[in-house]
């Protein structure tokens, strides 16, 4: 059985002009020691999913439909209390902001520690320090630096105690939010390796959330694209990548300067990604398709299968 | 702007024309440095002695040919984007020389620099930063013209304005003069900020990651009009990239920055596909690959860039350089031609 897996899920945020459509009929599943990508541009709803699967959503911001089945118990109806208890050891995650993710004003080892005290209170301080230690030496760091404060950190270390910090209680999922999306790229490259080394070590199932196809294509084994708060293409990656259908996906594989090959003018997809409060009616993606037909603008697309097992696409071109 | 800084290094610039300075050169750089002083306490100036400094560039030499389409790239805090300001006078340097047609800038006042202005123009990063949310666009395009009274009448004016943004394909222009810059989305604004640069027919533009903080799918469009602006105005564009597979894409020419230097400079098919530098080779293997079956072989490198305040002695990059040898820590190399017009600074190749 997967160890988590969405159906359905809908989240919309309520503004004064109406609902923003964030992300719609989300459905996908992780299994145990599988990474999951999730791909799309800024507003596409990805973050939106994360912060759903935590329910850790901004004000505003509300699940209106759908499931979240962590090891088969529904998170969705959980109250705030019980929330609490899945947070750092149900799921976890690793938030973006190697910058300011991290409170300034406390010890990193201390802030690690919390995660691991909110679940075990009754564990002797002694052994918190030891378990802080080990920790951070998985991710890396000198086990020393518990004792210093985010400041002294660079930015690739912060990423990596945010890591640290997320496997403090040993959670069954871990969600990745854009990591080392603010840092260089050979910094990047150490945290992406850092991940995959984890994820193999100690067998973790992942999420894994990023606008940039390549971090995912290296890190991942399943790929979900989205656009405009719909998951349009889903299944494989090697699939995905060698053999994209949807005509969203295909666009933004060719919109990737490659650092290999020819030196090539580089293809775009042309307008802009739609307003969620009002999105296009029929399929969203229908205002910038080069293959847009008259159903296009009609009836949205539904993800079905198409060609090899469990590669799903919504697209009335295959359907 | 941090005028009071600036002490123009006396001895090693002349004003005069540099002998070997081609015709069709548009900016020619030498021994350029821009060093910050960092501010100390008092009992600090009285005990230490020596004055501490960011040397976020030191010594780049280059040249800029007209109509070309110039990489710098490098990890954040490598001075890229110090050299690119400085390179248009908006940071004063603290030695060497820039001769922009021929003419040392180092020394010019801001007064005699405003006629030269109108030769160079700058594309910032942000376009939800750089354009100003209370002027429209008609205004924000228009001040080039109004600062340079270039235009005669205010027909002229507009008719100028909406003859750029027509080139920029913000079309059609009509609808977008009254319009304020939220009314636009992210590549919108940035096209504006494109034609506000080359309103006034600028010979040399800086680019400072112009598209970065753009979505993927709308990059590409706002690089190959950049790239058809300065064809069509046979203008010269520094292009600031931390991206190389980016700058492999659309620059003739790259250089590589680490710490304030330039440790490779060739064409960009020469510096992305057959790198001398172990820094460039590393920067090249750190670019994620979008293919899943290409899992990385090569090892990442350790550490992070240190700080340009103490740079390592010797080469910059020695601290983390796989093929780092005892010469590397005594001895600075020099920027030399291994190959032809392939520039490397790494004692692998002296």
Known sequence: MAVLSVEGLTTNYKTLRGWVRAAEDISFEVEQGEAMGLAGESG?????????????????????????????????????????KIRWKGISIVFQGAMNALNPVFKVGDQIAEAIKTHEPKVADSEVRERVAKLLETVGIEPSRANNYPHEFSGGMRQRALIAMALAADPSVVVADEPGTALDVIVQAQILRLLRDLKDRLGLSMILI?????IIAETCEKVAIMYAGRIVEYGDAVTIFKDPKHP???????????????????????????DLLNPPAGCRFNPRCPFVMDVCKRVEPILEEHGDKGHTVSCHLYH | MD????????????????????????????????????RRGFVETLFSKNEMNVKAVDLVSFSLKRGEIFALAGESGSGKTTLGKVLLRLVDPTSGSIFFHGKDITKLTQREL?????????IFQDPFESLNPRMIIKEIVAEPLRVQKVAKSEAEVEERVKQVLTEVEIVPPEEFLYRFPHELSGGQRQRVAVARAFILNPSFVVADEPVSMLDVSIRAEVVNLMIDMVKKHSASIIFISHDLALAKHIADRVAVMYLGKVMELSTSEKVVDGPLHPYTQALIAAVPVPDPESKRTKDVISGEIPSPVDPPSGCRFRTRCPYAHERCS???????????????ACHLYT
Not at chain 1, 210 to 214: G, R, T
Not at chain 2, 114 to 122: A, D, F, N, T
């Open chain 1, 44 to 84: 596409c709803g990805k973050s939106t999913v994360a912060l759903s699967l935590l329910k850790i959503l901004p004000p505003g911001g509300k699940i209106r439909k759908g499931k979240i089945l962590l090891s088969g118990q529904d998170l969705v109806p959980l109250s705030e209390k019980e929330m609490r």
């Open chain 1, 210 to 214: 990023s606008h940039d196809l390549s």
């Open chain 1, 248 to 274: 969203y996906t295909q666009g933004l594989i060719k919109a990737f300067p490659s650092i290999k090959g020819e030196k090539v003018r580089l293809t775009s997809i042309p307008g802009s990604p739609p």
């Open chain 2, 3 to 38: 005028s009071k800084i600036s002490t123009i290094d006396q001895n090693d610039t002349s004003s005069e024309l540099p002998p070997q300075m081609g015709a069709d050169e548009v900016l020619r750089v030498e021994n350029l440095r821009k060093w910050y002083p960092l």
């Open chain 2, 114 to 122: 405003k006629p030269l202005r109108r030769e160079m123009q700058i």
């Open chain 2, 330 to 344: 005594t001895e600075e190399p020099p920027l030399i031609e291994a190959e032809k017009d392939h520039f490397v």
